[in-house]
């Protein structure tokens, strides 16, 4: 399986060992792919430039397993609930730890029927940005007060959706940063459809065991203890 090693080590990257397993009788080696520190961007996406980060030990979640992983990066455009631009780059940058506990899920998804993947929606949030949320929609039920902080900016948490492997999303009980009693992680009413329901509970077991936390009032939202 891909991704075994999920160890990151900020001085060095991450280092692997050789693994191998066997397919039709014939050996070969399995596919790692590192997490290191502040990846290079690719081309053609703006760069995010190191001061704008809190610490060095961030990754680049869409160097990392793109094109495996899928990004719509909502703040980055207009498509928000705010509509309006809320970033000035489209990245995906996360704590090395969240990093790692993504791949995690990621490989626990890969091993359903049929295989799952993610598409995600919001990584690092820089200050700035928190503010112009804030400044959008101030209820503390639903966006972090810039004084107090969100754990966006800290890098510690992901808002991401299950897919399957073509990048279409699963059923969900609502879009994405919809604030409605509906999207809340408990919400069982009638108006909640059962596959719905069942893929909600789907992405919580995959990340939780993962090691992630929810919130009340996302589904989407999973963030590191």
Same mark, same amino acid.
């Given at each position: 399986m891909i991704l075994p090693c999920l160890i990151f080590l900020i001085s060095a990257g991450c280092s692997f060992s050789?693994?191998?397993?066997?397919?039709?009788?014939?050996t070969v080696p399995e596919i790692v792919i590192p997490l290191t520190p502040q990846t290079p961007q690719k081309p053609g996406l703006p760069p995010l430039p190191a001061k704008k980060l809190p610490a060095d030990n961030f990754v680049d979640i869409q160097?990392?397993?793109?094109?495996?992983?899928?990004?719509?990066?909502?703040?980055?455009?207009?498509?928000? /609930?705010?509509?309006? @631009?809320?970033?000035?780059?489209?990245?995906? /940058?996360?704590e090395s730890k969240t990093a790692a506990a993504l791949l995690k899920a990621y490989e626990a998804a890969q091993k359903l029927e049929p295989p799952r993947t993610f598409i995600i929606y919001d990584c690092y949030r820089p200050p700035y940005a928190q503010q112009r949320l804030w400044d959008a929609f101030?209820?503390?039920?639903? @966006?972090?007060?810039?004084?107090?902080?969100?754990?966006?900016?800290?890098?510690?948490? @992901?808002?991401?959706?299950?897919a399957y492997m073509d990048g279409a999303p699963v059923e969900m009980p609502t879009d994405f940063d919809v604030f409605s009693p509906l999207a809340h992680m408990n919400y069982e009413g009638k108006n909640l459809p059962p596959a719905a329901r069942q893929n909600r509970e789907l992405l919580k077991k995959l990340m939780t065991e993962a090691g992630f936390l929810y919130t009340r009032t996302e589904w989407w939202h999973y963030h590191m203890p």
């Open positions: 050789e693994n191998e397993k066997t397919e039709g009788g014939e160097n990392l397993i793109s094109p495996r992983l899928f990004f719509d990066i909502r703040y980055a455009k207009s498509t928000n /609930f705010t509509g309006k @631009v809320i970033y000035d780059e489209e990245n995906c /940058f996360l101030p209820n503390a039920s639903y @966006v972090a007060p810039p004084a107090k902080g969100s754990r966006h900016s800290r890098g510690t948490a @992901v808002d991401l959706t299950l």
